[in-house]
């Protein structure tokens, strides 16, 4: 029995240690290339440069995806309780006459970008994208506080900000 509980120990001491979450963002990430609304290529690195001094809130979406349009009305509970902050919405549309048409229909106020290389681009890998919407908070120096939430009412949203 002791074994067991040996190998269990083992088991979640090693992984642990592999399931690090990271506080800054990859070369890799940076250097991934968006779209802005006037079909502009922009980095990542430019984007969080655009927002120096503020804290972020990362929006990965799509027009398509229905729990990122159930999660508006809390993101825009969000906006209203903490409009110091500044909000980023980087978008998973197939296209971008689908991301702008989303923009307007849900009249989602912030910062937007296409994400031209998708969900297996650098930033993707980076972020391990897996599900939307995603959120993540990003402190006034660049440091990643919130690597992952997938609601926007999810309390370590609000913690970090």
């Known amino acids: 029995m002791k074994k067991i509980y040996y190998l269990l120990a083992l088991l979640i001491t090693i992984t642990s240690c592999n399931s690090q979450v990271p506080t800054q963002f990859s070369e890799e990430a940076l250097n991934d290339t968006f779209i802005d609304l006037e079909g502009n290529s922009i980095t990542f690195q430019s984007i969080l440069d655009n927002q120096e001094k503020e804290t972020l809130v990362i929006d990965i979406w799509a027009s398509w995806c229905g729990d990122c349009i159930k999660g508006m009305p809390k993101v825009k509970v969000l906006q209203k309780n903490y409009p110091e902050a500044a909000y980023v919405f980087l978008s998973l549309d197939k296209t971008q006459g689908a991301w702008k048409r989303g923009i ?16 297996n681009g650098p930033f993707g890998e980076f972020v391990d994208l897996d599900w939307i919407p995603r959120y993540m908070v990003v402190n006034k120096n660049g440091t990643i506080k919130l690597f992952k939430a997938i609601k926007a009412d999810d309390s370590n949203i609000k913690q970090n900000l």
């Not at 849900?106 to 969900?119: D, L, N, P, R, T």
């Open 104 to 119: 307007k229909k849900y009249k989602v106020q912030g910062e937007h970008y296409f994400m031209a290389s998708g969900w």
